[in-house]
């Protein structure tokens, strides 16, 4: 819903249903490719409170093009309760060219849409061309947003095992999912399951790692989201040292990622294992899967310049809509 701003122009305000009317993960997953085609963006985070009451800020500026900040809140207390998200947010768009704010959008609804987006582009650009069988480790709010994503990109996954701590959570996505017509199972036994699947998708806050790496089957493809603190991770020093690994943005993940960082810092991988970002990816300058056996590990780390690309997305789908 437009407002006018003092000097006569019309901020927009994007509520969360009208960011969904406007999207799609195809839409948005093409413009994150070919957003990461051109330069790098100049990013800065700034993090108050700790884990439990956090306020983040993430501003990302595309020079000549847009300008945006995510103000968002990390409460994960908000879960147990069941009355509020656990991540709340609010994104404000500007034009890059003359500073004018354009859009005020719901961040909470952007940032689902991005990170499973994020995750997406990583599965687009590395995982096995058709596989059947996807794990997600975790029942959280992002978890069908991230199945939902990944079966986008590759629909040949018809199978999805589900696990998590308390498995009455993973009951209840299972039932989700299938209501939409999605072939689910729960599973207790992570082992196994990680041994089964082709893709595995992790958003957890786990401190220590789920994921062992010797269950890791010749040619997996592991989408790790959740850890974004440099004490959180999701899969074992065995799991980065037996993979190819990459990240969406370098900046990011070195930023204080455990998954990144602590296997650097126990000597498992140096940080020249790494071996590229979404820019590097998309833009052909490394190489992702060089052989079926390949094992890929992309660390989601995030970062405000996802924020600004969802964003223009949005704004973009919002203008043609409105002709």
Same mark, same amino acid.
């Given at each position: 819903?437009?407002?006018?701003?003092?000097?006569?122009?019309?901020?927009?305000?994007?509520?969360?249903?009208?960011?969904?009317?406007?999207?799609t993960?195809?839409?948005?997953?093409?413009?994150?490719?070919?957003?990461?085609?051109?330069?790098?963006?100049?990013?800065?985070?700034?993090?108050?409170?700790?884990?439990?009451?956090?306020y983040?800020?993430?501003?990302?500026?595309?020079?000549?093009?847009?300008?945006?900040?995510?103000?968002?809140?990390?409460?994960?207390?908000?879960?147990?309760?069941?009355?509020?998200?656990?991540?709340?947010?609010?994104?404000?768009?500007?034009?890059?060219?003359?500073?004018?704010?354009?859009?005020?959008?719901?961040?909470t609804?952007?940032t689902?849409?991005?990170?499973?987006?994020?995750?997406a582009?990583?599965?687009?650009?590395?995982a096995?061309?058709?596989?059947?069988?996807l @794990?997600?480790?975790?029942?959280?709010?992002?978890?069908?947003?991230?199945?939902?994503?990944?079966?986008t990109?590759?629909?040949? @996954?018809?199978?999805?095992?589900?696990?998590?701590?308390?498995?009455?959570?993973?009951?209840?996505?299972?039932?989700?999912?299938?209501?939409?017509?999605?072939?689910?199972?729960?599973?207790?036994?992570?082992?196994?399951?990680?041994?089964?699947?082709?893709?595995?998708?992790?958003?957890?806050?786990?401190?220590?790692?789920?994921?062992?790496?010797?269950? *890791?089957?010749?040619?997996?493809?592991l989408? *790790?989201?959740?850890?974004y603190?440099?004490?959180?991770?999701?899969?074992?020093?065995?799991?980065?040292?037996?993979?190819?690994?990459?990240?969406?943005?370098?900046?990011?993940?070195?930023?204080?990622?455990?998954?990144?960082?602590?296997?650097?810092?126990?000597?498992?991988?140096?940080?020249?294992?790494?071996?590229?970002?979404?820019?590097?990816?998309?833009?052909?300058?490394?190489?992702?899967r060089?052989?079926?056996?390949d094992?890929t590990?992309?660390?989601?780390?995030?970062?405000?310049?996802?924020?600004?690309?969802?964003?223009?997305?949005?704004?973009?789908?919002?203008?043609?809509?409105?002709?």
């Open positions: 819903m437009p407002v006018l701003t003092n000097k006569g122009f019309a901020l927009h305000f994007v509520s969360d249903t009208e960011v969904t009317k406007v999207l993960f195809p839409i948005l997953i093409a413009a994150l490719e070919a957003a990461h085609r051109r330069p790098k963006m100049e990013v800065l985070d700034a993090f108050l409170g700790g884990e439990k009451a956090q983040v800020i993430r501003s990302a500026v595309d020079p000549g093009r847009y300008m945006a900040s995510k103000m968002f809140t990390s409460f994960p207390a908000n879960l147990a309760e069941g009355k509020m998200p656990a991540v709340q947010a609010v994104c404000v768009l500007f034009d890059g060219t003359n500073g004018r704010p354009l859009a005020a959008m719901d961040g609804e952007i689902r849409w991005r990170t499973a987006a994020d995750s582009l990583g599965t687009k650009l590395l096995p061309l058709n596989p059947e069988t @794990l997600c480790v975790g029942a959280g709010e992002m978890s069908e947003w991230l199945i939902r994503a990944h079966r990109v590759r629909p040949s @996954l018809q199978r999805v095992l589900i696990w998590n701590r308390s498995p009455e959570r993973a009951v209840d996505l299972a039932r989700r999912l299938a209501a939409g017509g999605v072939r689910c199972e729960t599973t207790a036994d992570l082992d196994a399951a990680t041994r089964e699947a082709e893709i595995i998708t992790a958003c957890t806050r786990s401190h220590a790692p789920l994921i062992r790496g010797r269950n *890791l089957r010749p040619g997996t493809h989408d *790790l989201v959740g850890g603190t440099p004490q959180t991770r999701e899969a074992d020093d065995e799991a980065a040292r037996r993979s190819r690994v990459f990240v969406d943005r370098r900046e990011s993940a070195f930023h204080g990622v455990g998954d990144i960082l602590q296997p650097i810092a126990s000597g498992a991988i140096s940080e020249t294992d790494v071996l590229g970002d979404l820019y590097d990816l998309a833009g052909g300058r490394v190489q992702g060089t052989s079926p056996s094992i590990f992309f660390k989601n780390a995030g970062g405000g310049h996802l924020d600004l690309m969802t964003c223009e997305a949005v704004f973009q789908q919002l203008g043609a809509k409105l002709g």
